[in-house]
């Protein structure tokens, strides 16, 4: 476990890379569903498991520098190697954290190795096409690591809970069926298996966050100037239909959890718990791929060493 009473600031500073990679890898499984066909969000917390008090702070902000920097490094061999992508999806209510767990998540990588992607409601052009035409564009190259900020998933999440905004996604009649949610779920997982089949491991991430937790955090919204730009009165008509919107994400996540694609239920509801468990996923999700620097081939070593000698016999 990354974040384990025993653990201190010290330990953790002094702790290597490998027992740190191990650490996460074991802490992100908990909280790991694999094949969701008996996922029940009931069993999963939106506090973390273990009490932590103010007394904690300087473990746990250790814990996460400690998770980012180890992150950092494998995705420097993810570039290098240049054969692999990750996707991260995030999905969650309003206010669960997704902006601050990608903000801190990744504040330690190479901005040239991942790009990051906010998907709203979509545009006139992007209604012209099928659902999963505007993400598509934005997967990450081979080597790079790509964060959708929700995603294609909202096409089984704020469509199934307002139909309306089905009847305006210009499809044909005769394809709206009472189908149509377990044929757009058939369809999200057999893309993702396309994906990893060709080298694109994904794994989803839901923030799980509490409703009393979103009140707090959006009356927070409104108490601190500073914080207003991120509320809208939107924010609140959508916490009217809670229910609905975590009836859909069970079966979302029961139809498209796999073990290859699997999707990672976040206690949300202390922001600090959260990142690290959202970085020990994605270490977790960095390590499987069992990434390695490029090896040179014996004749490309030769070249190495010749050119060393050119640089070193340079004059002047
Ligand atoms: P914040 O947490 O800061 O509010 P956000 O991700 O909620 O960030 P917003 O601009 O508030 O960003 O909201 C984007 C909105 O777009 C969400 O309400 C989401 O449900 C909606 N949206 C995303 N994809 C689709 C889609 N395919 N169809 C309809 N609405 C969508
Ligand atoms: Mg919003």
């Known amino acids: 476990m990354i974040i384990d009473p025993n653990l201190t600031v010290e330990t953790l500073k002094k702790m290597s890379d490998p027992e740190l990679i191990r650490r996460a890898k074991k802490f992100s499984k908990r909280y790991c569903v694999g094949d969701g066909k008996k996922f029940k969000l009931k069993d999963y917390s939106s506090k973390p498991k273990m009490t932590l008090g103010p007394e904690d702070k300087p473990r746990v902000k250790e814990a996460l520098e ?16 240049d054969k692999w992508s990750l996707l991260v999806v995030f999905q969650a209510m309003d206010a ?3 902006d601050g767990a990608i903000k801190h998540v990744l504040s330690g990588i190479n901005p040239q190795g991942c790009h990051v992607n906010s998907f709203k409601a979509p545009s006139a052009e992007e209604l012209d096409h099928d659902f999963l035409w505007r993400c598509v564009k934005e997967l990450p190259e081979r080597g790079k690591i790509g964060i ?15 139909q309306q905004i089905l009847r305006s996604q210009k499809l044909p009649e005769k394809l709206i069926t009472k189908k149509i949610w377990d044929e757009r779920l058939e369809d999200i997982r057999n893309f993702e298996k396309y994906l990893t089949r ?5 794994i989803k991430i839901f923030l799980n966050v509490s409703k009393e937790e979103q009140k707090e955090r959006f009356l927070e919204r409104i108490d601190e100037p500073d914080k207003n730009w991120k509320f809208s009165s939107g924010d609140v008509k959508e916490r009217g239909y809670w229910n609905q919107y975590m009836d859909a994400y069970e079966e979302m996540i029961q139809k498209t959890s796999t073990k290859d694609s699997p999707w990672y239920i976040v206690p949300a509801d202390k922001k600090a718990y959260a990142r690290i468990v959202v970085a020990s996923a994605i270490i977790n999700a960095l390590d499987e791929m069992e990434l390695d620097f490029p090896k040179l081939s014996e004749e490309e070593q030769g070249k190495l060493q010749e050119m060393r000698k050119i640089l070193l016999e340079e004059k002047g």
């Open 148 to 162: 959708f900020n929700r995603s294609y998933y909202e096409e089984v999440l704020v469509v199934r809970v307002h």
């Open 66 to 81: 400690q998770g980012i920097d180890a992150l950092a490094k494998l995705q420097e061999v993810l570039y290098a190697q």
């Open 96 to 98: 669960a954290g997704k």
């Open 198 to 202: 060709n080298g694109t491991k994904i």
